[in-house]
């Protein structure tokens, strides 16, 4: 049996991160930029990443802007035995001047800090996190491509750096930010996505990490994604317990639109109950369909006299199941960073299919309405609650 050590917290006086004390080394050349219609996600390197070390006796380094590299980990570190591994997923947009925005960049720091805790790393400040990040993407403009719908995918991420095989939380940390341009999720016009609604497998569980945005959240459901991929479908439907209550749509949070006798519309998403990824999508999304109905804006694709009724409440595939069959079911997509806005056309349940309504642009009108809003608002066409951060110096 492995020994399990206890740990203390870190003294108050260890230092946290001093953006001040920033150290930047710039490359002594610069790769070329790709295409942008070659672009692949994730793929593209860009010239520099950002790194801050921790260790429980000084606390964090200074934080460094330097030409990318590969790390340095030791074989024994907890990342690669225990799945310390934290991140996040932004994008910087650039606004009609030409100048970098993030979409709502706090509440990725505050959920980042929230994961850091869930699996015990050290703590730091999200302010000057933020700011640093702000000033690696002013560096790394020049990567983040002109042309509509492109953006620069931010990955900051935190992994646990203690050189010991014993099973305790990591006392040593690695903050690292990457960041790679992008181009948009769906390359040749909007396509509604398939599912397959798998129980068997589950992606989080009541109790788990599902709440948070860890590594080890991730690659079990690549076997599941595999199983569906054969069966032709596009992505995992996530269900969870006996009910069959639905969760995510692979890792996207999702939405159901359901007509209702008034004429309005229900906007239905799983409750966050722990076991749902708070999305800052997910959030706007809501906090969007809220407004329209208030006459603080309106959908674009949504007349202003239709009224959209948020709801946060357990939704089974039962349900959807007799939505469809009753002529309910408006439409159903994925909201995440990536796509930003997903539609579903079809999901697989029990060797049936539940067909969707078609629509011409791909999108139904509540998810086509929520895809041009925010992305006016990512790209500073459209104020919104200042929900655009311009990134300073």
């Not at 390197?45 to 200074?62: E, Q, R």
């Not at 709502?104 to 959920?111: D, E």
């Not at 900051?156 to 341009?181: F, H, K, M, Q, W």
């Not at 996530?238 to 949070?253: P, Q, R, Y």
Request: negative net charge; charged residues 20%; contains cysteine.
């Amino acid at each position: 049996m492995m020994a399990i050590e206890k740990t203390t917290p870190a003294p108050g006086h260890l230092a946290d991160i001093d953006v001040s004390k920033l150290v930047v080394t710039l490359a002594e050349t610069l790769k070329p930029l790709p295409a942008p219609e070659d672009l692949v996600f994730g793929e593209t390197k860009t010239d520099h990443m950002l790194v801050i070390n921790y260790d429980p006796i000084n606390g964090w380094s200074a934080p460094e802007i330097k030409p990318y590299a590969p790390l340095s980990i030791d074989p024994m570190s907890s990342c690669l035995q225990y799945c310390s591994n934290v991140f996040e997923g932004m994008k910087a947009y650039l606004d009609p001047e030409g100048k970098p925005l993030l979409f709502r960049p706090q509440l990725n720091m505050a959920r980042i800090a929230r994961s850091a805790e869930r699996v015990v790393l050290p703590p730091f400040n999200t302010n000057a996190l933020l700011t640093l990040i702000q000033k690696l993407v002013l560096l790394e403009k020049r990567w983040i491509p002109t042309q509509p719908g492109y953006s620069l995918y931010i990955r900051p991420t935190l992994i646990g750096t203690r050189e010991n095989l014993s099973v305790a939380a990591s006392d040593s940390a690695c903050l690292y930010i990457i960041v790679c341009p992008t181009g948009p999720y769906f390359s040749g016009g909007t396509k509604p996505v398939s599912l397959l609604a798998v129980g068997e497998s589950v992606r989080t569980w009541p109790g788990g990490t599902g709440a948070h945005k860890l590594g080890l959240n991730y690659a079990p459901a690549f076997l599941p994604q595999k199983v569906a991929a054969k069966q032709g479908y596009d992505q995992v439907l996530w269900l969870l317990g006996e009910d069959s209550k639905i969760t995510e749509v692979g890792a996207m949070n999702v939405f159901m639109v359901v007509k209702r006798e008034d004429g309005g519309l229900d906007v239905i998403t799983p409750p966050l109950d722990g076991t749902i990824l708070p999305g800052v999508t997910r959030l706007s999304s809501l906090e969007l369909c809220n407004a329209h109905t208030e006459g603080k804006l309106t959908l674009p694709t949504v007349p202003a006299t239709t009224k959209l009724y948020t709801h946060e409440r357990i939704l089974t595939i039962s349900d959807v199941a007799s939505y469809a069959a009753e002529g309910k079911l408006v439409e159903a997509f994925g909201v995440g960073t990536a796509a930003i806005v997903a539609p579903v056309g079809k999901i697989g349940f029990e060797g049936k299919d539940i067909l969707l309504p078609k629509y011409e642009a791909g999108h139904g009108p509540v998810g086509k309405g929520l895809w041009e809003l925010i992305t006016e608002i990512q790209t500073g066409r459209r104020e919104f609650e200042g929900w655009s951060v311009p990134c300073r110096e």
